[in-house]
């Protein structure tokens, strides 16, 4: 039995989700949580299907409030509900992240608990949309110049997260694609340390299902990087330092 709760971020989802739940728990997970990011009355019956399946919960968001906004709210569940796994991993609804992946990426985690762990894709391949390959060097590029960190998928959905920064992390700004890259600048900031996993570069239909606006959300991005370089969320900050849990 795994010790990390699978967290998915739903709008819209393909019926393969579904399956794809079933098999997370077949391979050990203890549970699934499913967030229903504002999804169209034509999908509802796949959350439907979810929520009838022992160890899976679907949580609902009434209209979208973006993928940061999702994890959030089932980190914020995480802490409530299950307050004695070693983490959470994340993954996308969309099957970009297959199932042996997500597996790997659970297990290294389990060899390297203080850590962020990464599941990165190979952007030089050739089945990778041009639109991805533009955002995600756009934003490592940004990243590496400010935090002299080289990561080679900033944007991945793919993460294993200690579950003694769950709270924390609850506490970061961004509502959408930027709350993960605040993930990273926290985990910089943090000294908590990131390790990466290689993991398969999936993408189907040319990428035509996902909701990353290429320009205007990578430039949203690369925004928040310059940002949490000069003024680390000075609100974050603000509420870590009055708790006497904040290291310069």
């Known amino acids: 039995m795994k010790k990390?709760?699978?967290?998915?971020?739903?709008?819209?989802?393909?019926?393969?989700?579904?399956?794809?739940?079933?098999?997370?728990?077949?391979?050990?997970?203890?549970?699934?949580?499913?967030?229903?990011?504002?999804?169209?009355?034509?999908?509802?019956?796949i959350f439907n299907e979810l929520q009838n399946m022992e160890d899976c919960t679907v949580i609902v968001h009434n209209g979208n409030k973006g993928k940061g906004r999702a994890l959030k709210t089932a980190f914020s569940y995480c802490l409530n509900k299950f307050p004695t796994i070693e983490g959470v991993v994340t993954a996308d609804a969309d099957g970009q992240h297959a199932l042996e992946d997500v597996c790997r990426v659970s297990d290294f985690f389990a060899k390297n608990p203080n850590h962020l762990v990464l599941g990165i894709r190979n952007f030089h391949e050739a089945n990778v949309p041009k639109r991805s390959y533009i955002g995600n060097t756009i934003t490592s590029f940004g990243f590496y110049l400010?935090?002299?960190?080289?990561?080679?998928?900033?944007?991945?959905?793919?993460?294993?997260?200690?579950?003694?920064?769950?709270?924390?992390?609850?506490?970061?700004?961004?509502?959408?694609y930027e709350y993960e890259i605040n993930m990273l600048i926290y985990a910089k900031k943090r000294k908590l340390?990131?390790?990466?996993?290689?993991?398969?570069?999936?993408?189907?239909?040319?990428?035509?299902?996902?909701?990353?606006?290429?320009?205007?959300?990578?430039?949203?991005?690369?925004?928040?990087?310059?940002?949490?370089?000069?003024?680390?969320?000075?609100?974050?900050?603000?509420?870590?330092?009055?708790?006497?849990?904040?290291?310069?």
């Not at 340390?193 to 990578?218: C, P």
């Open 193 to 248: 340390g990131i390790r990466e996993v290689v993991i398969q570069t999936i993408y189907h239909n040319n990428n035509k299902g996902s909701y990353y606006r290429t320009i205007k959300d990578s430039l949203k991005i690369f925004h928040r990087i310059m940002a949490g370089f000069f003024n680390f969320n000075r609100q974050f900050k603000k509420q870590l330092k009055q708790a006497g849990d904040f290291d310069e």
């Open 4 to 45: 990390q709760v699978v967290i998915i971020p739903a709008l819209n989802p393909p019926e393969q989700l579904i399956e794809y739940v079933e098999r997370l728990l077949d391979k050990g997970f203890p549970h699934v949580i499913v967030v229903n990011d504002g999804s169209n009355p034509s999908t509802h019956y």
């Open 146 to 176: 400010l935090f002299r960190s080289k990561l080679q998928d900033t944007q991945t959905g793919l993460r294993a997260i200690p579950f003694s920064h769950l709270e924390r992390m609850t506490l970061l700004k961004g509502e959408r």
